[in-house]
């Protein structure tokens, strides 16, 4: 097997994880990590040779954008509180923990190489975690958390980790410089976020057609990326950045098509890249067995010894922190996202699982430092970031179902039903008002406009019927049940019309490019039902 077969398998196996994962109730990237070691063990699979420069700036930049597109500015202004606490205050301790456990146990290691293990492993990876918890039924407070601290925990860690990794290299360090240093890449990465996200912007409305506004969203978040780090700015905020700004000001509430197209090809893209990213965490298993050989008990103690220290510092930080969020959130009452009680909090702990920025950036250390000696104890680093990516992505990942379950967190289902009955009241009444405005310069038929103030209230009642008493609830299931009959019998038609025309492609003289165009014009029909 060479090594574009074995992205097939990866790219397959993403696919048909999904399924398993949903029918076994366990998170597919969880069975994707499994799968890489399973193939990484067999014989005839060859190890990757993907250079390990290559890995971040090829998987983070779409992944880290296809998750933006779940969330918002605002979202992301009213948690900046537990953001803050939980990106950057909780990655510098955990950074500061593993680095000074590092420097007592690992042989030969220097302090700036302790200090690069301790930046590697300290960021929970966002695809992870929310992939592993979005499919829990969790309260959405606690996942917007998560994806929070998923989406700004890698930006304080990959700068840290590259302040650590050229003083180890030079073999010298200065506090300013490195202060300097992380000012200076969050300065460029917004930059170039904003400038990218609004020439984006102003080219999608240039493009105009769907399919071309696709393509450039696709190549977008590397261009971004890239630019970012060119300048010596943070890569990932400046993807963050862009993805913000396209999702708060690059929407067209018509544009019903290509918003439905953008959003499954985004899916389509996100599974993919999440499936192949953790095979390979599994398939890397090659490099980390050659690098404990004969030493496995050392080894596997200090990786044991690591692994306690971040998995014990982050409960030992959440529960301070969560408490100290919860009493601010009651006093000042402001609208944030915090946990509400200490099983929620015990959720989060557990949901703190490493994956594709540590092993990219555990990969890409380098072999020598500037005076050509061998850099300090690199094969120590990059087993114990792989014994803490594996312990907190499979043990983690596979407990936490269970873990959710036995303390009973669930999703505040009332909050959610209450949020999309007050949406489903303004839609009514933003419909019913552009109706009148329209009433004012048009001519319109009494019994029009009657057919059309009882669509206007369909509007909210379908997407909540708890919006109406029960008297207008039983009317409008009526009328509801006879749309749907009459949906149902357009749908059998429009199929006929559509078999009917596939038909006609095959016959002697027909043009595929003609068919294919009428095609089409069923198919929106159809989507927008007849």
């Known amino acids: 097997m060479d090594q574009l077969a074995l992205l097939f398998v990866l790219l397959i196996g993403s696919l048909v994880m999904v399924p398993v994962a949903d029918r076994l109730s366990l998170p597919a990237p969880v069975l994707m990590t499994l799968g890489g070691i399973v193939l990484a ?10 250079p390990p420069e290559f890995i971040l700036p090829l998987v983070l930049p779409p992944l880290l954008y296809a998750s933006v597109q779940r969330t918002s500015w605002r979202q992301f202004q009213a948690n900046v509180r537990p953001i803050l606490l939980l990106a950057v205050a909780l990655v510098f301790v955990t950074t500061a923990a593993v680095a000074a456990v590092a420097d007592a146990i690992v042989p030969g290691i220097s302090l700036a190489a302790a200090v690069a293990l301790g930046a590697l492993v300290a960021p929970p990876d966002p695809v992870a975690a ?41 073999g010298s360090f200065s506090a300013p410089k490195a202060a300097g240093e992380f000012v200076l890449s969050a300065v460029v990465a917004l930059a170039v976020g904003l400038a990218l996200g609004w020439a984006a912007k102003k080219l999608m409305d240039v493009l105009g057609d769907a399919t071309l506004q696709i393509g450039l969203t696709l190549l977008v978040p590397f261009v971004s990326y890239v630019l970012a780090e060119e300048f010596k700015g943070s ?28 959003h499954s090809f985004w899916e389509v893209v996100d599974t993919l890249v999440t499936g192949v990213a953790f095979g390979l965490i599994g398939l890397e298993l090659h490099h980390v067995l050659r690098t ?7 080894m596997l103690g200090i990786g044991a010894v690591v692994v306690a220290v971040v998995v014990g510092v982050r409960l030992l930080w959440l529960l301070p922190a969560a408490w100290l969020a ?56 990059v087993f114990v970031a792989f014994a803490v990516i594996l312990a907190t992505l499979v043990l983690q990942g596979l407990t936490l179902p269970w873990l959710v379950r036995r303390l009973g967190v669930q999703s505040d289902a009332d909050a959610e039903r209450e949020l999309a009955r007050r949406l489903a009241v303004r839609a009514a009444k933003a419909a019913k ?19 059309l103030t ?77």
Request: net charge negative; aromatic share 4%.
């Open 41 to 50: 063990l067999l014989p005839f699979v060859p190890n990757v040779e993907m």
């Open 433 to 451: 008002r552009r109706l009148k405005e329209i009433q004012e310069t048009e001519e319109l038929p009494d019994d029009m406009v009657e057919q």
């Open 454 to 530: 009882r669509r206007a209230y369909d509007v909210g009642a379908r997407i909540s019927p708890d919006m109406v008493d029960e008297e207008r609830r039983e009317a409008h299931a009526q009328r509801v049940e006879r749309i749907r009959v009459t949906q149902r019998i357009q749908a059998e038609m429009l199929s006929a019309a559509r078999r009917e025309v596939l038909a006609a492609r095959s016959e002697p003289g027909a043009d595929p490019e003609v068919v294919d165009r009428v095609l089409r014009h069923l198919d929106v029909r159809s989507l927008r039902g007849g």
């Open 235 to 262: 890569g990932v905020l400046a993807v963050l950045v862009t993805g913000l700004f396209l999702a708060e000001y690059a929407g067209d509430a018509d544009d019903v098509l290509g918003r439905l197209a953008r």
């Open 130 to 170: 929310t992939a592993v918890a979005g499919s829990l039924g969790l309260p959405r407070r606690l996942i917007s958390i998560l994806e929070g601290e998923g989406l700004f925990n890698d930006v304080t860690a990959i700068v840290l980790y590259h302040v650590a990794i050229a003083a180890a290299v030079s």
């Open 326 to 381: 919860k009493q601010l959130h009651s006093r000042r009452d402001i609208d944030e996202d915090v946990p509400l009680s200490w099983r929620e909090t015990v959720v989060m702990w557990w949901s703190g699982m490493r994956g594709v920025a540590s092993v990219a950036l555990a990969l890409a250390i380098p072999h020598a430092q500037d005076d050509k000696t061998p850099f300090p104890a690199r094969d120590e680093i």
């Open 292 to 298: 404990a050989s004969g030493r496995w008990s050392e």
